[in-house]
Each structure stands twice: as C-alpha cells, then as structure tokens.
C-alpha cells in the first residue's frame, strides 16, 4: 500500500493544479471582458460570482461522471473476466503463462508463478485485470474524493481574480487582477517543473502565456460590447 502513496499524492496534486487552473483562466477571462465592457464594480461582481459557481459545480460534477465512468467500466469488465475464467480456464491460464513469459520467467519458476495465481480464482481475475487488461479497481470512496479536490480547487483559482474587484473600481482591479493572476500561473508553472524536474522558467512562461492568451480573448470580446 505504501508504494501507491507517492502516486496518489502526484495524482492529487494533478487534480489540484488542473481545477485551480481551469478556475483561474475561466474567471479572469470573464472578468477582463465584463471590466473592458462596463464601469460597474457591482456588474463584474455579480457575473464574477454566478460564473464561479457554475464553473465550480461544473468542473466537479465533470469528474463525478467520468470517475463513475470509470468504475463503471472496471465492474463491467470484471464481471466478464470471471465469466472467461470459470467457462475457459485452459485459455485464460495460458493467457498467465504468456504474461509472465513475457516477462523474462521461464521453466520452474514460470511454472510456480502461474501454479499460484490460478489457485486463488480472486488473484487470478485480478491479475487479468491488471496485466491483461491494464485497469485498476476505482473505489467509489475515491471517486467522491476526487470530486470534491477538483471542486474545491477550482473554486479557489476562480475566486483569485475576483479578489481585487471587492476593494478597488474596476480599471484599478482589473490591473491587481492581471498581475495577481500573472504571479499565481507563474508559481504553478514552477512547482510543476519542480515536481517533474523540468525548466522551471521555461514551465512558468508557458503557464502564463496559455493563462493570459485565454484572458486576452475575454478582453476584447469584452472591448466589442462596451458601454
């Protein structure tokens, strides 16, 4: 179990980078369009606030399905799995004997290896599933998880850029907006590197300019309807 540690942790902190990115360059986008569209503090509020909770409902409800998906599809091909094992036992053993030959085994060993995992009907299905079919089990307890991180972090990114509209007028709080989420792509744009032992300025400008083209765009379609 200790060895799946660093793996669930690397996939959480996917997670987390991607909803709070997503968040981040939704709503600013948004909110650069409402700000080059209008003077009102109060209007780039209120779309800021609606389109967060839709964005953050959205991107959670999004992993939901695909998780359950997921689960879904592992359940359906186990239970084809067990069925193959117990009408074709010959033909799913010599499928074992071919997985671990494959895999540098061979003469008594070999032998051994698949003797064992056939005895036990529940290893032996599991290790079709892994082996064979490549696919690991998804608990429903992870997929609720897994939700709930990428609703939350999508929340957060997507609040970032609204922040300043709460305490400055608009043209003033677009530009704290912009630097603020600037810096923020940035730090992920490092602590991705770092995580995967990459250029780290290299990493940072690519956040920044995948971040701030999309922000652009909202810019100047918001430029198209001022009032």
């Known amino acids: ?9 690397g996939n959480r902190i996917s997670v987390i980078i ?11 986008g948004l909110l ?11 209007i780039v509020i209120v779309g800021g606030l609606s389109t967060i909770i839709a964005e953050t409902l959205s991107m959670a409800a999004v992993a939901y399905t695909s998780k359950m998906a997921d689960h879904d599809h592992y359940a359906a091909e186990r239970a ?4 193959e094992v117990k009408d074709l036992p010959d033909v799913e053993r ?16 070999l032998r051994d290896i698949v003797d064992h995992i056939t005895s036990d009907h529940e290893l032996w299905v599991n290790t079709m599933m892994r082996e064979e079919l490549d696919l690991m089990p998804v608990v429903k307890k992870d997929v609720y998880s897994y939700s709930f991180n990428v609703g939350i972090s999508t929340l957060c990114g997507a609040l970032l850029p609204l922040v300043p509209y709460f305490f400055l007028e608009v043209h003033t709080a677009l530009i704290a907006s912009l630097i603020l989420s600037v810096l923020v792509l940035a730090a992920v744009g490092v602590y991705k590197a770092k995580l995967a032992l990459g250029n780290t300025v290299k990493s940072a400008i690519q956040m920044v300019i995948i971040g701030m083209g999309a922000a652009i765009a909202g810019y100047l379609i918001g430029l198209l309807f001022k009032v």
């Open 1 to 9: 179990m200790q060895g799946h540690e660093p793996h669930k942790k």
């Open 18 to 28: 991607l909803g709070g990115q997503d968040g981040l360059v939704s709503v600013l």
């Open 32 to 42: 650069l369009g409402l700000s080059a569209a209008t003077r009102s503090t109060r």
């Open 80 to 83: 084809r799995e067990v069925q």
């Open 94 to 109: 010599q499928e074992i004997v071919d997985i671990y030959k494959a895999k540098g085994f061979s003469g008594r060993l």
